[in-house]
């Protein structure tokens, strides 16, 4: 029966056109990610063009930056760096997320309490103060810490809301059937509790994917991002540094920024299509 | 007052067409009576009630009109019914103890709604007074919050808000369903009472649950799948019923007094059509023991005996043999 | 066969949980086997809670519920599973008891999982079908399907199909055909009665008098957690002795004859549980000489079978 499932799952969401066209635009800029930088002959921050900022042209196809740096070369490595901290980041703050989640929204009682309390202790601490406290002490940041301390900072809202989900959930009916079926609390979590929250722990995922992207950006565009590596974020920032905007440098900002928002816009998209491929009574319409 | 529908259908518009909800009911509810319209989930009595005071989509109005008083309802434009509504025909919706508003306390709320149709509210108020009396609610009702009333509180706060501008015609749509026992006759009861100190003039009385309406109403209207089935006095409904629809479904109740070990009831096997795409003619047809080759015509809705109103082929056959 | 002593659930509300609600009070009563046993009440009487205790889903606060002698509370473990293939339930709401988003067909495949692990699929797919001819369903019509392509009645004999593919002893049929249409009520009924007849003992929850008299040979009365009036059903019915049982008698739409007229006292908004007779805010012939609103009154015999919790039937 299980592999019967599996492929209604997929029969479904190949033909979800919300899905399609949000995994189309993802699924481009992460091979651009994963090929580009195949294609560039220029490390990002090599000063290439002597004649400095230029617009787009056939040799260097995203212009080149104040100093003379390929736009292009930046703007896929950055991309790589993007959904890594995306991934990384993202992930790390659901997985925490969900374990404080699922553990306070299905046992409740004391364990709840405690848990409560982690969670709006994480959430109260100011992340800008703590960070610029670790970047006065790190003085070479890679993107790992990067991706570390946001899945560290970003988890509270995941688990508040997963949390939510659970409670609710625990109360139906199928649950207590389930426990009169005498099954595990952690097998009931995860086969009837959280197949039912599917579409709701991808989202939760897409948030903090795009959140941790975002979150990155901010702190790349405010100078706390890594300082060994380049990224969207640290190319806006530069841009705006260098004057991008008042020169009319487009070519340096724009790709980035767009970047970003087609990456996030088309990860909502996504959701939901997905929640229409996991709720049968959403399909029949 | 008296009300007369004539040939109302309804239809609802749906993604996947058009779900046949209301077929050509015809009948009428004279000055006074308490008019009881039962039948099973999916009949369409909650249509019937709601096409006569609210008909919005996904309704669609196909064809038939409303008669109020001898004048024409225009229930297919919701702007022209708002003098009539509260003030003409009124409603008690199903749920409508979920529907008051949390924020507001319960005399707020009244005296919102007396000042939009234009009443004095303090004029009004010892005739307030009068009516929670009746309702068995105390007077610190109107200082309170919805929450802090019980199940049956709140509903009868809704029957007292739905009646306070004496409507001719009062519809209660499943107004017991959620009450318990006790609640439900005081609730019940309450409805007459308000039909015999004039408050309405007639009711309708939507439920599912035909012991009740043997206590209260007048005559008991039968749905079944978008037809009317039966319409006749209470006692002969349940006592005398002519449908073969009624007749098994008053078979089917189990009553005090009735024990499995000495009397097996059966219930009618099989399932109500699907509505997107119903059976032609009679659509009891398929569950029906009785059902021939006439059937697959719609049958009328017409008098067999004084009073007494059915939708059944072999009925009229009866009645012309006899 | 099912004995509960004692039984109490208190639950702590309010801020910092200061208050108490007793949603079970002290209940006792027995169900033998191939015994049909109604629990009459209406909401906030505590049946729900007494069914789930019954089922483990709740612990008790204090008392004792034995199934053939032992105490389930120390269950544990493969014990606990024993237990659990023995005693099942069914509950109000057919479309909530199912998983929405898988088929319906897989609450027999979690019991196989659970219980018949090592059973071959032919031999699994024989029993089931079997099961579901028992409880009146065609197993090409229903199996394969998800919960909202079947009706509700189809749903419910799917739960009690369930159950007899443990072959239990009993079952706790909470309020399961209140949300079902008229004409397929009966026959769910016809099927919990034709059960009885294998050795089946039920527990049937709800709050509809007529049904609790069609269906079983025992009735317990419940009000606000205790206990009002217990014995043989066509007792109670026929002379119901306790003021809150009279009351009930007294409102049920009958088929037959209409409503007298008589004074009863609704509910007010739920008061908290002083000392007395938990009926005593609505009871029209409340005593205080007796003690109605001092102490709980206990449950006497005051004819064979035939169970009253009232001072002014006995028992000072």
Known sequence: ?285 | MSLQVENLTVYYQTLRGEVRALEEATFGVADGEIMGLAGESGCGKSTLANSLIRLSLPMKLIKGRVLLDGEELPIADMERMNPFRFERISIIPQYAMNALNPTRKIGKMIAELLRSRQVDGAGFLPELKRRLDLVELSHEVLDMYPIELSGGMKQRVVMLISTLLNPSLLLADEITSALDVSSQKAVAEMLVSFRDREFVRSLIVITHDISILYQIADSILIMYAGQLAEKAPTEAIVHAPRHPYTRLLISSLPQVGVKYAEKRLTGIPGTPPMLLDPPAGCRFRERCPLAFEKCLQVPPFIQVDPGHFVACWKEFETDAQA | MLKLEAVSKIYRIGTFGGKELHAVSNVSFEVEDGEVVSLIGESGSGKSTIGKLILRLLSASSGMITFDGVDISTLQGPVLKEYRRRVQGVFQDPFSSYNPIFKADRIFRIIKQEFFPEMKRGEWQERLEGALRAVGLNPDQVLDKFPHQLSGGQLQRFLIARALLLNIQFLVADEIISMLDASTRIDVLNLLADLKSRGLSVLFITHDLSLGYYISERAVILYRGCVAEMGATEKIYARPLHPYTQMLMASVPRLDEKWKVVETRLKAQESELRGGCVYYDRCPVADRALGCDTFRPPLVEAEQNHFVACFRCGGA
């Open chain 1, 1 to 285: 029966m299980k592999p019967k499932k599996k492929n209604e799952f997929l029969y479904f969401a190949l033909r979800n056109r919300k899905l399609r066209i949000g995994l189309a635009i993802i699924l481009f800029f992460l091979l651009l990610a994963l090929f580009g930088p195949l294609l560039i002959h220029n490390a990002p921050f090599d000063y290439v063009n002597p004649m400095g900022a230029e617009p787009p042209s056939s040799q260097y196809w995203f212009g080149t930056t104040f100093f003379g740096q390929d736009v292009f070369a930046q703007f896929v490595l950055g991309l790589r760096a993007t959904f890594l901290v995306g991934a990384i980041g993202g992930g790390l703050g659901t997985l925490i997320g969900i374990l404080i989640g699922f553990t306070a929204g299905y046992r409740g009682g004391i364990v709840d309490e405690l848990l409560n309390m982690l969670t709006n202790i994480v959430l109260v601490i100011p992340t800008l103060a703590v960070l610029l406290i670790i970047a006065a002490y790190l003085q070479v940041r890679s993107i790992l810490t990067e991706c570390l301390f946001i899945g560290l900072t970003a988890w509270p809202w995941a688990a508040r809301a997963i949390r939510a989900q659970t409670f609710s959930l625990r109360a139906r009916e199928f649950v207590d059937l389930a426990r009169m079926s005498g099954m595990k609390p952690t097998r009931i979590i995860f086969t009837e509790i959280a197949p039912n929250m599917m579409s709701y722990l991808v989202m939760t995922f897409i948030l903090q994917f795009g959140g941790a992207i975002l979150n990155a950006a901010t702190l790349d565009f405010i100078g706390l991002g890594p300082t060994n590596a380049i990224s969207l974020g640290l190319m806006m920032q530069y841009a705006v540094l260098w004057g991008a905007l008042l020169l009319g440098m487009w070519w340096w900002f724009i790709p980035p920024g767009l970047a970003i928002t087609a990456i996030v816009g088309a990860l909502y998209v996504m959701n939901v299509g997905l929640d229409e491929v996991f709720n049968p009574k959403l399909r029949e319409m």
